[in-house]
């Protein structure tokens, strides 16, 4: 389905449009706050746009130095080239510990690749701890935002949830009692996990270490508490030192949650004698990072830290959900990295899901232009679909317009054959295949006498 078929899906639900208009002019205006306290806001998005396009300039350099750092303190190295080939090293992996339940942190990469469905057709359980990844699960739904997944459902729906799939009788809908019958819930899980899944926000190339950062705790669980860790993590997630999160840590929480701090900063290095997990296992997956690095416009979307602001200043989104965007990754940022990473025969429709007012590119913590990229992907889905009546006439338009007699000729024409057309001032219908422009809005005709006329007349 195309993201125009999908949106007018969405837009026809209008529970659903009062959630999202809801949670997203809240984290706009809490995000504006925390944002216009930084006097050097500008210098950071800077900062931080310039380290990751270092990053991508010298990836091969920075993934070789990674990988080394990381088996340097005992950690296994595996690279997958697809979704297949990632979900293949990870089945193997929990299989060889022997069991069939594993405890998962939020990871977009997992998404991306479909782990848990390669998990569950192998006969092992995923168990999803984010409380919003538990009520995408547990409702066998499909995230519809990059930070708040379930951002799409209210209160008294997960309360609905809660209820039915946890068997818990007497909850109401306090988001305080929601997350302990959650918490409950997922106890049990973390304590008898042996395996634990997860994804990570950074990879830092110079010492081998992974950060993961978040807001209710239960990643550290999962990177702590079992005795094995599978971290999965795209190629494109590395920055150079240590030093850099002096960057990146100003500007993701305040971008994605809002907050001058997340609550929980979790950092691991290989493995340690007596100190978390006993077996460290890192799968760095590319699945057509590299072919959108060739693209010397479209590899900024490789910049991306998720912050998720595009989305949350996204007019379009705001109005249809995630869920139009059919991808993993929706808003404006899934418009211009899923056509890259999918292909445009697949999702050539998704750089058409802007206004290209350029929200996202102001929200943007790392500068990403996000609309010049839409526009570089529009005019290869055009090179892509050939000559058709759009482009034909599109073409025809720019003969017109580039000659004044053409020009003066068109006018005098259009002014000639309007008049059964056009009735009070306005005209409300264009015929045939023209009557798509009309069929949501009145055109103005041709004025009487255009300015350069008057202007020779005087
Ligand atoms: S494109 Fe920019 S604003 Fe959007 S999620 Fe990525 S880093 Fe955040």
């Known amino acids: 389905m195309t993201f125009q078929e999908s949106a007018h899906i969405a837009l026809q639900d209008t529970q659903l449009r009062h959630n999202i208009g809801n949670a ?15 006097p050097d806001w500008q ?23 990674f990988e080394q750092a990381v088996q340097g303190n005992g950690g296994h190295v595996h690279w997958a080239r697809d979704a297949a080939e990632a979900n293949r090293v990870v089945v193997e992996l929990v299989r060889a510990t022997g069991v069939d339940e594993v405890v998962k942190s939020k990871s977009l990469t997992t998404e991306e690749t479909r782990l848990n469905e390669a998990l569950e057709e192998n006969g092992i359980r995923p168990r ?10 547990l409702g066998r739904d499909k995230p519809s935002h990059v930070l708040v997944p379930a951002i799409h459902k209210n209160r008294a729906e997960i309360r609905e949830l809660f209820k039915r799939e946890l068997g818990i009788e007497d909850l109401s809908d306090d988001p305080a ?10 106890r049990d899980r973390f304590l008898h996990a042996r395996v634990g899944i997860s994804g990570g926000n950074f990879g830092v190339a110079e010492t081998g270490t992974i950060a993961l950062f978040e807001s209710e705790g239960n990643g550290r669980m999962c990177t702590t508490l079992p005795d094995t860790l599978i971290t999965v993590l795209g190629i494109e997630k590395l920055i ?8 990146y840590l100003q ?19 290989g493995v340690h004698e007596g100190d978390g997990p006993r077996e460290f296992h890192l799968v760095l997956v590319d699945n057509g990072r590299t072919n959108v690095l060739a693209d010397e416009i479209g590899r900024q979307a490789l910049n991306c830290i998720r912050c998720s602001a595009c989305m949350n200043f996204c007019p379009v989104y705001e ?3 995630g869920h139009a965007y059919n991808s993993v990754y929706p808003g404006p940022i899934g418009a211009i990295l899923t056509p890259q990473l999918e292909g445009l025969d697949r999702a050539g429709s998704l750089p058409y899901a802007s206004s290209l007012c350029g929200a996202c590119y102001d929200a943007c913590p790392v500068k990403i232009d996000i609309p010049q990229v839409l526009v570089h992907l529009r005019r290869e889905v055009v090179k892509s679909e050939g000559l058709d009546p759009e482009h034909a006439a599109m073409r025809a338009m720019a003969n017109v317009f580039s000659s004044r007699r053409r020009y003066e000729l068109a006018q005098r024409l259009a002014r000639a054959g309007q008049w059964p057309l056009a009735r009070h001032g306005v005209i409300q219908h264009l015929p045939g295949a023209l009557s798509g422009w009309t069929a949501t809005r009145d055109m103005l005709p041709v004025p009487k006498q255009s300015f350069r006329d008057w202007w020779r007349q005087r």
Do not use: C
């Open 24 to 38: 997203t002019r809240a984290i706009r205006a809490k995000r504006n706050h925390v944002v216009a306290e930084l």
């Open 43 to 65: 210098e950071l998005r800077e900062a931080g746009r310039a380290l990751k396009e270092r990053v991508l300039r010298h990836l091969d350099h920075y993934l070789v130095q």
């Open 128 to 137: 999803e701890t984010d409380l919003a990844q538990l009520i995408i699960q």
């Open 240 to 247: 150079p030192t240590w030093q850099d999160f002096e960057v």
């Open 177 to 186: 009692e929601l997350a302990e019958a959650a918490r409950r819930h997922l």
């Open 251 to 269: 500007l993701l929480p305040r971008s994605s949650t809002a907050e001058r701090m997340n609550p929980y900063n979790s950092f691991w290095t």
């Open 319 to 321: 109005r249809t959900g």
